[in-house]
């Protein structure tokens, strides 16, 4: 972020491409409100048969079912292939989308049919690297589901796999594309937060189904789950449908509350300011209330440190998550700098600015005599310190997406979609994929070891 860049330059910029809602003035001492609208604007094609692009889903669970109902709403495209290892899943696929799909239990049986361009894969954490890597080198366009490796090391594979197939990676942190995410990012290199100094990131969850306790199906058995095939090179451990279908709780499989819910605000917040990410981590936390055999944290709290960049200043960040939050679910992302902050969502972003306090008041002054209370007011005034113009510009302008936005998911899919027709870059590349979960990676790294760890975003490897 370059220091020339100043909340004035900011204000003349800031309404540009967005229609007003609603303004409320206030009292100049207390700044202005107003509300102002987002807006998208997206390409408008009839696609015949022979051009749409056909789509393969391997992982059929909550999330690729998400993923797939927000795929099939861009248009031109069409699902023709589901995999999943558990066949209730490939039965509520062909409710869902036709008795008309090919459905499989092996991925690879997926991968060679000639009339799938693309895959999802919505699979467990510790299979993304293999399928994903299979499925490049299969011919297929992937759109590989968050975080996009287990391990710090697979990632380069990856990379290398998707440059030497000339494929298209898409990593799903579905809020990457979304109007909010956008809109931040100029916002940010408008100037309109100053210099970046801290980063809170938090989610409270206060259900079971949000601290993944998902329900398990009564026709699971050993004939309905492919329990070995789930396995994979993971360590062999007895039949166990909790380890299926509640896999997010095992270090085996998952990558804790770090790889589900850090790597999108890494994400985000790597996209809005252009950063390859930071360079320590601290964490701490643990398994406070869901003892269910689970191996994971689900109180946790890490703190990251920023190296100052040619994009932005030296900062911190500080992520919290409690699935056991006495009633309160919520969550918030927000930026903080020198001369602002921004809240960011998907569909919107609230700018708050205020005027910095330069001049003192009744608190420090009591120590003193009435005489020298004056000089000191007089030295303060010639100081000008406070000008009328700083007085002016502060207040709250929140950015809102409107009613029949299509929303940040739908736009990730759009945004892939048109790469792989040659209409533009895909937004989280495996690289920006890496750099996103290798972040959220020393989360895990500095709590099983009791110890900060230190990472090279750049090179994106441990120290």
Known sequence: MKKETSRRSFLKKAALGSAAISTVPMALTAGYEQRLLLHKNYELQNFSANDQINLGLIGSGIQGIYDTSTALKVQGVKLVAVCDLYTGRLDRAKELWGTDLFTTRDYRKLLERKDVDAVIVATPDHWHKKITIDALKAGKHVYCEKPMVQKFGEGKEIIDAQKSTGKLCQVGSQGMSSLGNEKAKQLYEDGAIGEIVLLDMQNNRYSSEGAWQYPIPPDANPETVDFDAFLGKAPKVPYELKRFFRWRNYQDYGTGVAGDLFVHAFSTLNHVISSHGPNRAMSTGGL?????????????????????????????????????????????????????????????????????????????????????QQKIKADYASKNLESRASALNVGETIWEAPRNYKGGHYDHFYNFFQGIRGKGKIIQDPTFGLRAAGAALLANESYFKKQPVNWNPTSMKLL
């Open 288 to 372: 406070r209330y869901w003892n269910d055999g689970r191996d994971v944290p689900d109180v946790t709290v890490t703190l990251y440190d920023y190296p100052k960049t040619e994009t932005h200043a030296a900062f911190n960040a500080a992520f919290r998550v409690n699935f056991i939050a006495g009633g309160n679910s919520d969550g918030s992302f927000k930026l903080t700098g020198t001369e602002g902050s921004m809240e960011i969502g998907q569909n919107s972003v609230k700018l708050t600015r205020s005027k910095l306090g330069m001049v003192p008041g009744g608190y420090s002054m009591i120590a003193y005599t009435e005489a020298t």
